[in-house]
């Protein structure tokens, strides 16, 4: 049986014609989703709830596999470090609100989502550990300078980009 939720969202989703879509710039939700339990963190922009894969619009952090440096050059696993900051700010069974805006090539639900009404996109990217996706918004740039300006998180130190990132790994 298809939770209320998920057959929900695949109704607007055929509605809409936005199966498979890219990301997009729109700030119009197609719905809006609530009671939605957090059941995994992927890594610091992906969530799962149950069968739902939940990517947060407007920011990319560093993939799990991905290694930064600290602010004395030393190696870290950066992608580990902004997830576990999201588990701390997150936990798990954490109850949702989500716009959902779009879904991405990879089947995954484009959502801008909230924590006891806190943008948890925003919180990533105010504490350093997430970067403003210039590409698909401008709404996380003010908050990205204030980390960088403050060294918070990925800023403490050295990072490539994460779409740099993946962009330079063997395919």
Known sequence: MMAPILRVMLVVLLLTGQSGAAETETKTPLARLTGVQVTAITDADS????????????????????????????????????????????PKGAELSCDLLDQDRYGRLITRCFYQGSDIAAQL???????????????????????RNRKAGLWAGQFDRPWDWRRKQPK
């Open 47 to 90: 969530l799962r709830a149950g069968p739902l894969r939940l990517r947060l619009f407007g920011v990319d952090a560093p993939e799990m596999r991905q290694s930064c440096a600290d602010k004395a050059g030393h190696p870290y696993a950066c992608g580990k470090a902004a997830r576990n900051w999201l588990a701390s700010f997150l």
């Open 125 to 147: 990217v105010a504490a350093g550990w997430a970067l403003a996706w210039q590409r698909y918004s401008e709404d996380y740039l003010p908050l990205q300078t204030r980390a």
